[in-house]
Every structure is written in C-alpha cells, then in structure tokens.
C-alpha cells in the first residue's frame, strides 16, 4: 500500500480510544480523525481549558461525535493514578490507548516525583498508565496500545547510572533522545511479555517524521525551519492513525513516513536503531519504570494463568 490515507481508517463504532496530549498536535488530529470514524474519544489534557476547546472545534466539525476529557499530567504519578481510575471506572474497557503527550528539549526541569521531565513525562509517564489501564485495554478484546516515538531515538542512549542527567549535567537533546529510545523499549517489551501471556493486546509504536506543532516551541530554529520542512499535523498523525487502526499491524510494528529520511510523506513500516532492538536494556529499562513509578505490571506467567473476559468470549 503506497499511500495509507484517513480514508484507510476503518470504521470505529462502538470503540473507546483514549489519547493522551489530545488538545493540539498530532494528538489533536488522531482525536478528530478517530471521532470522525465513530469512535468514542477520551481526549487525556493537563490543561482542562485547552482540552475543552479541542473538543469544541471537533463538535463543531462533526456534530454528534463522542468526547470527553480527562484530565492528566503526566508529570505527576499521582495525577496518572487518579485519571487511570477515572478511565477504568466501573468496569469500563479501553480499545485504544495512544501514548502521544511529550515535552521536548525544554529547560532542566523536573517531574513531581524528581525525574528528569522529558523521560518522566515522555516513557514514566506512559509506562504507568499503560499499566494501570492493563485490565481495561485486556476486557476490550483486540486492544491496541500505541507508543509515539521519533527520528530522536537514533541518537538515544539509555544511561541507567544516570537516567537524570544528574552526574553528567543536563543536555536537552540527550535527554530528549533518551525518552524517544525508551518509548521504543517499552513497545518491543510489552510486545514480547504481552504475547507470551497470550494477551489480545497490540502494541505498535509510530514517529510522525518532520511534523510542525508546538512540540517544538523549545527548539530556536522550530519558527524558521517549520514553516517550509514540516508537514502539517494531519498527515503527520497518519502514521499514529495506521499503528491505532490498520486490521494489518502487528505487535512490534513501527511506522513513519516513507519519504527521505523518514522525515515526510505517507506513513509504512520503517526500521529502527540496534538499540531500540536490545532485549537485554529493554528488560532492565523494564525493571526501572516499575521501580521508578510504583506500577507493577503482572508476570507473563500471572497474566496467562488469570482468566479472563476477553479470553472466556474467545476474544
């Protein structure tokens, strides 16, 4: 398939998506292109104001589409405990979690808990809700959970003496491209332990290539470079869209635009770096954020041998 369009976007009636960073960006466009399909859309904002104005331009596009908000920074592991819960509630299941909100090369600052902000915010983050949130993707039968990464792990490297840039003093793009890494890690990870306790769930992860948003308010020559290299959100999301929705992805798929460099054009399955690819640091990477977030993600043995709704229907 050479050009996967938001015409490829399957129909989605009757499923629950959440995205985090859902007020602008790429995260912006998933959320109004899945509520487009008829998904319902959970739309995850640290700003309610700016969340509520996401969903009214939405509305206003499409009359009777299916939002909320939620709620979340995810500089804060309380805060992603509470709105977990608010998302799970009742029994509630989740078809869809996108794994989109990221600060990058901002300041040396720090998440709530002490951590370096970009690896707090960009993998702790979204390593704890995915797990808090494990049981709903699990009832949902056929889950899909999607990790968004960027060209920026190339230059990552996992330092686990010095995750917070503490001993070594702080570079933003270091520290940027280490947060890019880890979201890779994670994916192929939860991959790997997610099959081998048989559970329904998907794990694929996206990058959106040279892409104009506010991301990049941190980078000097972003008001320069942008307006003449980066694609426009819409088509920079489709790569997020195709890993969310395309009945042909697989676990551990990664997608990006096909065009030089990965930098433009319509999304298709790219390659990544050896050490995105490294077993070994992803298991310790693993090992880490449980650690580090106080989230416990059940063995691959305990999973398989729990029953299951998804698996009781055959899902």
Known sequence: MSKWTHADIPALVGKRAL????????????????????????????????????????????????????????????????????????????????????????????????????????????????????EALERAGGARVVNVSSQAHRNGEINFDDLDFEQRGYDRLAAYGQSKLANLLFTFEAARRFAAAELDIIVAAAHPGWTRTNLQKHWGLADLFNPILGMRPAKGALGILRAASDPEVTAGDYFGPRGLYQMWGYPKRVGTTKAARDEADAAQLWEVSELRTGVRYPSPAALAATPSPARARGG
């Not at 912006?28 to 008829?38: Q, V």
């Not at 992603?80 to 799970?88: G, L, S």
């Not at 720090?110 to 370096?116: H, N, R």
């Open 19 to 134: 995205i985090t960073g859902a007020n602008s960006g790429l995260g912006f466009e998933a959320a109004r292109a899945l509520a487009a399909r008829g998904a319902e859309v959970l739309l995850a904002c640290r700003s309610e104001d700016r969340g509520r104005e996401a969903m009214a331009e939405i509305s206003a596009e499409q009359p009777g589409a299916k939002l909320s908000l939620v709620r979340l920074d995810l500089a804060d592991l309380d805060d992603v405990r509470r709105a977990a819960a608010e998302i799970a509630g009742q029994d509630r299941t989740l078809d869809l979690l996108i794994n989109n909100a990221g600060v990058m090369m901002p300041p040396a600052s720090t998440t709530k808990q002490g951590f370096e902000l970009q690896f707090g915010v960009n993998h702790l983050g979204h390593f704890a809700l995915t797990g808090l949130l494990l």
